[in-house]
């Protein structure tokens, strides 16, 4: 890792000393304040024996967030730019039905140097909790043969709709209700255009304090070769070794990709051999004539398991007989991973009924036990940047076994939770 830091800074100072062109005989534009304003309700049934006192099995449960969400940027001239977003969120809920529904509020992330305590306020008599996010922070450097992002950004890799085996910095859950923004971290990339439609990117994500076992070092190249687009990776993060590939293209009038992910589990510091993984997403999608929308996504993830009764399990160690701890496995504390089947199959569907009147439907079906987790939704456009949406997920399979304090599943997605919503948003 030493390494990759020299060399990194070996090309910046090449980068520094190239000629700069700025803005000439015009004023740089004015810095803007963009953002949006978001208020959710959620009502939430959970699942039979998934809960802990004093939540309930049998009992609704009703959550009310708001997100406002501010972001600065400004382009000084033509080479240089900066940008900031920050979030707060007030949330009124029980403190313990936050803390069983971490997906609803901001998450601690991993791939962040120092970071806000994100809870400014938290379990006050009346139930009001409040978040906060300083979500983006970063400069970017534009030069003739090369642009440089410094900063906290957001990286997203992949292609695939849901699943992404290659993004491990910020991956989305399927129930994610807030899908406008990847979560930023705290990197350094440097993109070097190769070509009209290709590109190499080269990127440091520094993890907590900086520690280089905490940290990610990535190369991906980019390349269009017989109308395809191609991204080939390699990447170090936490000691683990990825090998990743990306693919789309156009197969007459349907969309196609390809997206796989080899990950070699502790590769740089003490192998764990029966830790390594391989993730794959695959998928086809086609835009009808009549304004309907229609895609299905395969995905097989190979540090699942297709035993239903070993679901949880199966994603620790073997428990440590001196500390009586067993530590999740490398795919998902690191790797992003959360599902715990082999296969799946995600279809799903737009419609818009009118301009201004859109309907979605899509599902997560594990194919070994062939439960499922059901998401629709409806948006409707009060007026320009004002939108209401109503929706709800919806799980469907058996229902797991609590015996002796010993939770045994006999399907995956009934562990989930259903849950309805209803919410406001508004851009400026």
Known sequence: ?????????????????????????????????????????????????????????????????????????????????????????????????????????????????????????????RDLSLFQNLDRCNINVFFPSADLHLGRQAIAFGSGKFINPTDIFSPFLFQDLNKENKTGVDALRLTLPTGDLSEIDLGIVLGKDGKMDNNAVFLRTHLYLFNTDLSLMVMDFNNNLMLGFDMTRSISQAGFWLEAAHVFAGEFDTPIKEEDYFRLVSGVDFSFPDNTYLFVEYHYNSPGTEAENNYIAHTRRTINPFTGFAPLKTAYTHGGTYLMGRHYLIPGITYEITPLFTGTLHSLINLTDFSSYMAASVEYSLRQDFFLEVGGFLAMGESADMEKGALTPHSEFGLYANMIYAGLRFYF
């Open 1 to 125: 890792m030493q390494y990759y830091i020299q060399i990194w800074g070996l090309m910046i100072s090449v980068l520094l000393m190239a000629p700069a062109s700025r803005l000439h005989g015009n004023e740089p534009p004015a810095p803007s304040l963009t953002g949006y304003l978001k208020s959710t309700m959620m009502v939430q049934q959970f699942a039979p024996n998934t809960v802990l006192p004093p939540l309930e099995e049998d009992k609704a449960y009703t959550m009310f967030q708001s997100q406002l969400r501010l972001r600065l940027f400004h382009e000084s001239s033509d080479i240089f730019s900066f940008e900031t977003a920050y979030v707060i969120s007030p949330t009124a809920a029980t403190p313990s039905l936050i803390a069983s529904q971490g997906f609803l509020h901001p998450r601690k992330n991993a791939h962040r140097m120092f970071d806000l305590d994100d809870k400014l306020r938290e379990n006050t008599p």
